[in-house]
C-alpha cells in the first residue's frame, strides 16, 4: 500500500499548471537550512493532498537535497555513507558517463549547478503567472528570515502556445509515454506496458526484482523519497528549423524530417502507425498514440529510425529488462516562445525537466550512457540521440529508407538500404544535478 | 559508453596490444574504467581462487548451464555474446576458476541484465563457489559488478580473424545467406 500522504505529489501527480519556477539553494549554516526547510514543509503537498484539492489550488511545491545538501542539514557521517556511490559523488563527477562533455561540461553548467554549495532545489508550478510571482515574492520573505539560505539562481518556466497540450519549443508533443506505478491508481495506456512496482521509483517498497534492499539510513531517510535527476536542455530553435529547410524541400518532407528525429510526428502521432503521413487524431489520442511496438511493426527501422530519440529511449519489446529501466518524467519548458516566421532572437530557450527513479546509476544513468550517447547502439556505429544526445559534429543520423522496386532495378547495384546521412547539430548546454527529496510528514499551508 | 569509431575493414585481419591497465586513455563508466573494443570485440577474463571443495559444484553448475541454454536457446541472448569458456586450472594446492567471455558491448553496460538473467533463469551463480563473491549479489548488483572488476585481468594482446564484427552481423551475414541459398533454388 502507498503511504500517499507521505509522498511527494511530483513523483504520482502532475499538477495543471502553465508555469513554474525552479530555485536553486545554499545553506550557509545548518540551523538557517533547517529553519527553511521546517517553514517550506508546510506548503510541501503529499499525493493524497494534492489529488483532493487539485480543482482549486493554485500552486504546487516540491522540495529535494543533493548530497552535500543533506550535510550541510546536519545530516551525519554514518547517514551519509549509506547513500548509493553516484548520489554521494553528484551529478558533476559523472559527467563523463552522462555525455556531459564538451559544450555540455560542467564548466559550463549555468546558475552555480555546477558548485558543490549547491545544496536543495525548490520546484514550485503554478496555475498562472500571478500566482507564480506572488509566491516568489513569499519565497524571498521566507528566505530573509532564514540566516545563511541563499538562492545561487532560479528558473522561470512558461509554457509555449499552443496552450491546450503540452509540447516543447520544438513543437514536439510530449507527455505520451509515461510509466504507470502499481497501486496508485492510474491506468496504463494501450502500449504503455504493465503497471510497475512502486520500488522502482519510489524508495522502501518491493520494486520489479522483489524487496527492498540497500536502503539510506535509517530508514526515515529513504521510505517514501526518490531520486531525481534535473536537466536543462537548451533548445536551439532557429537552427533547428534550419536544419529541417536544409534537408527538406517542401514543408510536408520537413515535417517528415523532424518525425524521423524523435520517432513520431510532431503531433504526438507515432511513425510505426503513420509512417508516410501526419495523423494529428491519432497523434492526440492517448488510447493510440503509444500503442505499438517495434520488433514485430518495425524491426528495421523504416517508421522509426533505430536511432531515433522515442527508440533510444524506450526500445520497448527490442531491449531487456525494461521494467528496470523506466523514469518518470516531470518538468516544463522555459523560455520565450519563438514564432514560427521569427528569426532566431539569441534568446535562450529550452527544457528543464527532471527524471525521477529509484536508482540513478540503474535508470537515469543507463538511458543517457547506453541508450542516448553510444554510437553504436543498435550497431549504428556513428550515431548518438538526436534529441538529446551529446553532438560533436562528428556524428551522423541515418534513416533507412525502404528499397523501392520501381526505382532500384536490379542487376545496375543493389540498394543498401541504408538510406540518407544527415548530420544535426543538437541543443547543447546541460545542467544537472540529482536531489533526493525530502521526506516526513506533510501538511498543505499557504506560504508564511 | 563504447565510444569506438568505425572499425576497419573486416576482411583485414588485425591485432591490437593493450597497456596494463587494460585501456589506452582513462574512460569513466558507470561502474569504473571502460575497456576499449579490440580486433577481438569486447570481452572479460575473470580468475578467482574457488572455495575448497567447490570443484565439483562448478562442474555441475556447467551441466546446469547446457541444460538452460537447451531449453531455451536464447536466454542468454541479452549479453550479445560471441563465446564464453569456463576453466578450472590448480595452482599449487588451489583450484582456480576462469571465466572468459567475447562478447559486443562495454564491460559495465549490460552487467546489471546479467545479474537479472542469471536470478531469472534460477541459475545459482558459479561465482558463489569462489572466495570473496558477495553473498548478497542477487539483490546487489553494484557488488556484483566490483567482484567482476576487481577480478577481471585484462589481454595484453588481442586477435581477430574478421576483426570488430558483432555477433549480429555474423548471424545476419548467415542468414542473408540461406536466403540467397533459397532464392537459388526458387529460381530452378
Known amino acids: 500500500m502507498l503511504e500517499f500522504d507521505d509522498i511527494q505529489y511530483i513523483l504520482l501527480t502532475r499538477a495543471p499548471a502553465i508555469t513554474g519556477r525552479y530555485e536553486f539553494l545554499s545553506f550557509r549554516n545548518s540551523a538557517g537550512g533547517r529553519a527553511w526547510l521546517t517553514a517550506i514543509l508546510e506548503t510541501v503537498h503529499s499525493v493524497e493532498q494534492a489529488r483532493a484539492s487539485v480543482g482549486k489550488d493554485n500552486r504546487w511545491v516540491s522540495v529535494a537535497f543533493t548530497w552535500n545538501g543533506l550535510r550541510a542539514l546536519g545530516v551525519d557521517e554514518a547517514s551519509l555513507a549509506t547513500f548509493p556511490e553516484e548520489f554521494k559523488q553528484g551529478m558533476v563527477a559523472r559527467a563523463e558517463v552522462l555525455g556531459d562533455t564538451g559544450a555540455n561540461h560542467p564548466e559550463n553548467w549555468l546558475g552555480g549547478l555546477a558548485s558543490p554549495d549547491l545544496h536543495a532545489i525548490v520546484v514550485l508550478f503554478a496555475r498562472d503567472v500571478a500566482e507564480r510571482q506572488r509566491c516568489e515574492a513569499e519565497h524571498q520573505r521566507l ?90 536542455l537548451q533548445e536551439h530553435v532557429g537552427a533547428f528549423r534550419d536544419f529541417l529547410k536544409n534537408h527538406g524541400q517542401t514543408p510536408e518532407e ?6 524521423k528525429l524523435m520517432g513520431r510526428w510532431r503531433s504526438g502521432a507515432p511513425l510505426v502507425l503513420a509512417p508516410d503521413k501526419n495523423d494529428p487524431a491519432l497523434g492526440a489520442d492517448p488510447q493510440r498514440n503509444n500503442d505499438f511496438n517495434y520488433k514485430q511493426q518495425d524491426p528495421v527501422g523504416y517508421a522509426v529510425p533505430l536511432g531515433s530519440h522515442i527508440r533510444r529511449m524506450n526500445p520497448r519489446d527490442t531491449a531487456a529488462n525494461m521494467n528496470r529501466r523506466r523514469m518518470i518524467r516531470r518538468g516544463g519548458t522555459y523560455g520565450p516562445h519563438l514564432p514560427e516566421d521569427a528569426p532566431e532572437d539569441g534568446v535562450e530557450r529550452g527544457i528543464a525537466a527532471f527524471v525521477i527513479c529509484a536508482s540513478l546509476i540503474r535508470q537515469f544513468e543507463f538511458a543517457q550512457n547506453v541508450w542516448a550517447n553510444d554510437r553504436n547502439f543498435h550497431e549504428l556505429g556513428n550515431e548518438r540521440d538526436p534529441i538529446i544526445g551529446n553532438q560533436d559534429g562528428t556524428l551522423e543520423y541515418k534513416i533507412p529508407k525502404r528499397p523501392d522496386p520501381e526505382k532500384n532495378h536490379w542487376p545496375s547495384g543493389i540498394h543498401d538500404g541504408a538510406g540518407r546521412r544527415l548530420l544535426f547539430s543538437a541543443r547543447p548546454q546541460g545542467a544537472s544535478i540529482p536531489c533526493v527529496p525530502r521526506r516526513g510528514p506533510m501538511r498543505r499551508c499557504e506560504f508564511t | ?20 591497465e587494460g585501456f589506452f586513455k582513462l574512460e569513466q563508466g558507470r561502474y569504473g574504467p571502460v575497456y576499449p573494443k579490440t580486433p577481438a570485440c569486447h570481452g572479460f577474463t575473470i580468475i578467482a581462487k574457488i572455495i575448497p571443495g567447490r570443484e565439483e559444484v562448478i562442474r555441475e553448475y556447467g551441466r546446469n ?14 549479453l550479445k555474446l560471441h563465446y564464453l569458456r569456463w576453466v578450472l586450472f590448480d595452482i599449487g594446492k588451489d583450484t582456480y576458476f576462469m571465466y572468459q567471455g567475447i562478447f559486443d558491448t562495454d564491460f559495465d553496460k549490460y552487467t546489471e541484465d546479467a545479474v537479472g538473467l542469471f536470478t531469472k533463469l534460477g541459475i545459482r551463480t558459479v561465482f558463489e563457489n569462489l572466495e570473496g563473491f558477495p553473498a548478497d549479489w542477487q539483490t546487489n548488483a553494484p557488488a556484483f559488478i566490483e567482484f567482476v572488476r576487481e577480478h577481471q585481468c585484462p589481454s595484453f594482446l588481442e586477435y581477430g580473424e574478421y576483426p570488430y564484427v558483432s555477433s549480429d552481423e555474423i ?5 542473408l545467406k540461406a536466403a540467397f541459398s533459397d532464392m537459388l533454388d526458387q529460381m530452378q
Open chain 2, 171 to 175: 548471424k545476419k551475414a548467415l542468414k
Open chain 2, 1 to 20: 559508453m563504447s565510444d569506438t569509431p568505425k572499425q576497419n575493414d573486416w576482411s583485414k585481419p588485425a591485432a591490437m596490444a593493450i597497456p596494463k
Open chain 1, 143 to 232: 528566505i530573509a528570515q532564514c540566516e545563511g539560505v541563499e538562492v545561487l539562481s532560479s528558473l522561470d518556466l512558461e509554457a509555449t502556445p499552443p496552450f491546450d497540450y503540452a509540447h516543447d519549443h520544438f513543437g514536439y508533443r510530449d507527455r505520451m509515454s509515461q510509466p504507470v506505478i502499481e497501486g496508485s491508481g492510474e491506468e496504463p495506456t494501450p502500449g504503455s506496458g504493465a503497471p510497475l512496482k512502486a520500488g522502482e521509483f519510489i524508495l522502501g517498497y518491493p520494486d520489479e526484482a522483489g524487496p527492498s534492499v540497500n536502503q539510506p539510513q535509517p530508514e526515515i531517510l529513504a521510505r517514501n523519497g526518490s531520486y531525481m535527476a534535473y536537466r536543462r
Open chain 2, 65 to 78: 548451464i547446457e541444460k538452460a541454454v537447451a531449453g531455451n536457446p536464447h536466454c542468454l541472448a541479452v
Open chain 1, 254 to 259: 520537413q515535417e517528415l524530417v523532424a518525425a
